[in-house]
């Protein structure tokens, strides 16, 4: 089975803070996503990698930055933090080829105060 | 971004009953996927389609790719309490990309 797992489930950041969102896929995947999931706006791209060291914007890609350092680990960098980054972010995995299906972790809520 | 029109929105059910729900969008897709997502969990994959005309089956879940290429539907038959949950569709517009385009969502309730 496909395994995606993100560091936290729950996570409460002040305005301002430097915030570090962690996925990891044990499956060998070479695409890894970014999404942030919001009420009424359904799932939106935030960025996605096709391979290390490489990344692509998605549609909402101001406030975040990534970094996949490691074919396994995809992580998502709020520089700084602002109330409307409030949301839950989910990340997901596929693998190359023709099949596009893609497997997502169970996804963090964060919070900014 | 562009998202695809799913309905119903939501549905109310006794358990026993069947459900259908389906995607539409203007523009001709590639690959079909069907998601479920339960409360505070990522979704999880359910059905994936590549082919018009395609009907594939998971326990009592069944999907159609349509015809057009521009409609996707979900059946589940006989459901139960857990089928509870949001199911999503999702779509792939071009061999080269990656993203997908996803659907509202259809909120599903079953009661005993």
């Known amino acids: 089975d496909v395994k995606v797992t993100q560091s936290s489930r729950y996570l409460v950041k002040r305005t301002g803070e430097k915030v570090f969102l962690e996925c990891v896929q044990d499956?060998?995947?070479?695409?890894m996503f970014w999404y942030r999931q919001d009420p009424g706006l359904g799932l939106r791209l935030i960025y996605f990698s096709y391979d290390v060291k490489m990344k692509e914007k998605g549609d909402i890609p101001e406030g975040y930055s990534v970094s996949r350092e490691k074919k396994e680990r995809f992580s998502l960098i709020l520089e700084s933090a602002s109330t409307n980054q409030t949301s839950m972010y989910l990340c997901a995995s596929r693998r190359s080829g023709i099949r596009y299906e893609q497997y997502f972790g169970p996804g963090t809520r964060l919070t900014v105060t | 971004g562009q998202q695809l029109n799913q309905s119903p929105q939501s549905m109310f059910i006794q358990e026993g009953e069947d459900v259908s729900m389906n995607c539409t969008s203007s523009s001709i897709f590639n690959t079909w996927l069907w998601y479920k997502q339960e409360p505070g969990e990522g979704p999880v994959l359910l059905i994936a389609l590549y082919k018009a005309g395609e009907l594939t089956s998971n326990g009592r879940l069944t999907a159609q790719f349509g015809i057009t290429r521009k409609d996707s539907f979900l059946n589940i038959s006989a459901s139960i309490p857990s089928d509870v949950g949001i199911y999503f569709c999702a779509g792939q517009v071009s061999y080269n990309t990656d993203k997908l385009i996803f659907g509202t969502g259809t909120r599903l309730q079953v009661f005993p």
């Open positions: 499956m060998d995947h070479e695409n």
